[in-house]
Structure formats: C-alpha cells, structure tokens
C-alpha cells in the first residue's frame, strides 16, 4: 500500500494539465515549421495561380487561397520561420544587453548603478510596441531594425531581474565564504554570482518571446518588418485586411497562428515559472 502512495504522489506530481500539453503541442508544431516547413507544407509560398484566387477553406487548400492564388496555409507554416527568427534574435540580443546591465549594475553599485537604473526608467517608461516603433522610425523599416528595435524595448524586463538577483546574491553567504578563500572577482562572478543572477532568465526569455513574435507581427503589419512577398504573419494580415467581407481566411487564419503561438509560449512560460517559485501548476 506504501508503494502504490508513493506511486500516485509521483504521478500527481508529473501531471501535466491539458492546457499545458496543448501549448507543448502548439510550440512543437511552429518548431517544425521553423525548422523544416516542407514536412507540414511542400509546395512554394510565393507560387501565384491568379485562376485560383480566393478560394475557401476546403480539402485542397486547408486555409484556403489569396487575392493572388497563393496557399494561406502553406504560407502561414512557412511564414512562423519569419515571425519566430525575429522573436528569437530580438530576446537574444535583450538577454545578452539586459544580463551585462543588471550584473554591472548589482556589482558596481553607487553612481553606475544610479546611472543604469535611471536609464532602464526611461526604456521602460515607453510600452515595447511604442519605442520598437519610435526607434524604426529612427532607422528605417526592414527585418534587421525591427530585430534590434525589439531588442532595445525588451532589454529592461531583463536587466532589472538580473540586478535584483545581483543584490540578493552577493550579500549571501556562500560568497562571503568564497570571499574568504582568496578567489578573483572574476572568478567569484563568473561561479557563484551569475549562475544565481540568471536563474530566472529562461523563464522570462519564454515570455517575452511571445511578446516579441506579437510586437513582430504589429510592425510588420504597419510596413515595418520584412517586405512583400514575404510570407510573415504581420505583413500577411495587412495583405488580407481589405478582403475581410469577400475572403476573410486571408487575413483571419494567419492570425490565429499569431495568437496560438503567443498564447502557447506565454503558457508554457507562466507554467515554468510556478515551478519555479515552488506554487501548485494547476
């Protein structure tokens, strides 16, 4: 009887509630279709047959055709390598900008961490959407401004956990005891401060990528991001929108892929950080 308890803890434990295998599953499949869109949809997402134009929904064409005879579905799956890479190298570059921040911030203190805090306010004080727009405005439209421009807004989120962890870190006792073993700064940093520091930064990466693929599909929606015929999520909806009363699966379905790669990614994220933070997962 002790066994079979200790069996069904168990299982309660590794439980994984539905919502959260749906996301696993929606996240799985947008990996492939990063990864290898052929396996999901063979055929060129810029191959036009103006016979074929706003065909609906049916066996042949799942999410129907466009204003041009394009396959929306085989567009939306080769579309998420756009919309995904994006999101990716933008979390990327704020992880990397926001960690080197928040580790110098913890470390230094005084008027350098003055000077960073202040102006992580400023960043912060624009929503992401609003400064990524203000800063291609700056620079000019195209994939590799919209990535930085990303970037740049998501850095505060970043550096602010990081600096937090920084302070609680180096105050504890096992770096005082390391303090005490004669080890470099860099050797201290670099073992047993940053380590800690960035505990929680996966976590926050899988939120924020959701974030990023929206703010992605946003701008590019406004003429931002990559350029047509590019089949991106964003730019696919503003190729749609003046077709909503005659062809609506041009413009809705590709944002249902936004929306269900947002709402998985976020999922999953607040999912790992109940973990995290030892709460129930349910």
């Known amino acids: 009887m002790t066994t079979l308890r200790v069996l069904a803890t168990r299982t309660r434990d590794f ?10 599953l929606t996240v799985g499949l947008v990996t492939i279709a990063v990864l290898a869109p052929d396996v999901l949809a063979g055929s060129d997402p810029l191959t036009a047959d103006p016979l074929a134009a706003q ?5 042949e064409h799942w999410f129907g055709t466009d204003h041009l005879g394009r396959d929306v579905f085989t567009r939306v799956v080769h579309g998420a390598r756009y919309s995904l890479l994006i999101g990716v190298t933008a979390i990327a570059i704020a992880i990397v900008a926001g960690t080197a921040l928040g580790l110098l911030a913890g470390l230094a203190r005084g008027l350098l961490d003055e000077l960073i805090t202040r102006f992580l306010d400023v960043v912060s004080a624009f929503p992401d959407l609003l400064l990524a727009l203000v800063l291609i405005s700056f620079t000019g439209p195209g994939t590799t401004n919209l ?5 740049i807004a998501s850095i505060p989120r970043f550096a602010r956990v990081v600096r937090a962890q920084t302070l ?9 005891q390391a303090r005490t073993f004669g080890l470099s700064r860099a050797t201290l940093v670099r073992r047993h401060i940053l380590p800690h520091a960035i505990a929680q930064v996966p ?9 990023a693929i929206l703010g992605a599909a946003g701008l590019s929606f406004l003429g931002m991001g990559p350029q047509p015929p590019a089949p991106e999520w964003g730019a696919m909806l503003a190729d ?4 909503l009363r005659n062809a609506w699966w041009i413009a809705v379905l590709p944002g ?11 999922s999953l994220g ?12 349910g």
């Open 240 to 243: 749609g929108r003046n077709y």
């Open 270 to 281: 607040r999912h790992w950080q109940r973990h995290y933070d030892g709460r129930s997962p």
């Open 147 to 151: 990535v930085f421009a990303l970037g």
């Open 256 to 266: 249902v892929a936004v929306t269900a790669t947002v709402i998985a990614l976020s």
């Open 203 to 211: 976590i926050l990466a899988t939120i924020g990528l959701g974030t």
């Open 15 to 24: 439980r994984i509630a539905p919502g959260v295998a749906v996301a696993a």
């Open 55 to 59: 065909l609906a929904p049916s066996v």
């Open 168 to 176: 609680v870190v180096r105050e504890s006792g096992y770096v005082e």
